[in-house]
């Protein structure tokens, strides 16, 4: 199941008011509460629509899969909401329909959560349900095989996708024989090798109440939701099963693999070592991205590839912090033709950046547009659950959403150039191409048989 996936019932209810303008103007206050039974969560209290938005949880996701099972998370996912308790998969979904309930569950590589919507007037029904989700799966046989087939479908499907392609072989190449080189939804064969008691495992090891994180938004009050935490999450384990996952670096750094489909565009994947959430310089990395390339249309590979020279119709790049390990990524897509010179524009901007730095003029535009756009991620109730989430994960503190602007202000064009020379390394950039490619000095091909 996609990360993203929601039933979204009734989308256009959903949205807030709370956060229309930047956070700069008008600062979020978030409330700490805890319940009776120790359980935490951030709550920003907003009753001026009858409407409950909560995102949860639970560190230790698809990386932590079995090698042999790989998929486990993604299909817990996948199912949690099939059935529980006493209601079948039928019986379930018909009680989330009847109620305008939204309730949805995914794994990343790092992580199980979810989300939960409701009308206010629903609101016992839909945290119940929720309960009944987490604390009782059913895992019935029918639903089990339904889900199966569609996971099957889609790893089928995106056999022949090129950005699936693209990003299964730079991840393969990148952190070989590490859990981050698995794709999150499973293999074929690891798929089909999934049992009722790897789901249930999964469900035993990894959803505990002393790392759960909770983030809700919405018409309710302190003492309501701590007394909603416990009914909801007190029943389950209050400790996980202890997990690792080893720290990475990037193996494959310099390659440059293509992946030979006998298509008229190439996509095209490159990335290097990155910077963690915690690292000091990760404010200057965020606003030496976006001049790179994280701009869209303002950005260096943007100017320089597509719009002095028309060769791509899209090219990026972004800062991809996980837990165990980070990167520094992008991509573009392009005619067959047009990747060589693409990928050697690519390089060089990385490599004039790290040399020559940025000018104040760039500096000061991408700072004020970082600082400008923050708050447009937070016009809906999930968004902003999902943010208070995030931030308790990476442990940035609660005063975090009204002082990040301050720390993209504060970056000087000293820290920025500082820390190109540091990160960027245009001869680590791994490539990796999936098309037809003219002229280019690949150092690994893979045919069309794969």
Known sequence: MSPSVMRGLFAPVFALAVVLVPVSAQAIEIQRVISKGGI?????????????????????????????????????????????????????????????????????RDNFGGNLKALTRNRDEAFDLLRLALTKPRFDTDAVERIRAQILAGIAARTNNPNQIAQRTFWAATFPGHPYSRPREGTAESVAAITNVDLRTFVTRRLARSELIVGVVGDITPDDLKMLLDQTFGDLPERAEAFTIPKAEPAAAGDVIVVRKNNPQSRVLFGQKGLYRDDPDYYSALVLNHILGGGSFTSRLYDEIREKRGLAYSVFSYLLPMESAALWLGGAGTENAAVSVSVKLVRDQWASIRAFGVTEDELDKAKANLIGSFGLRFDNSAAISGMLVAVQRRDLGIEFLNERNNLIDQVTLEDVNRVAKRVLDPAALTVVVVGDPENIDATHTIGEDG
């Open 40 to 108: 935490e969560a951030w709550l920003v209290e907003d009753h001026s629509l009858p409407i409950i938005s909560m995102r949860f949880l639970f560190p230790g996701g698809a990386a932590t899969d079995p090698i042999d099972r790989h998929g486990t998370a993604n299909m817990v996912g996948g199912l949690l909401d099939e059935g529980a308790g006493d209601l079948d998969s039928q019986a379930f979904q018909s009680r989330l329909a009847d109620e305008s309930i939204s309730l949805s569950f995914s794994a990343s």
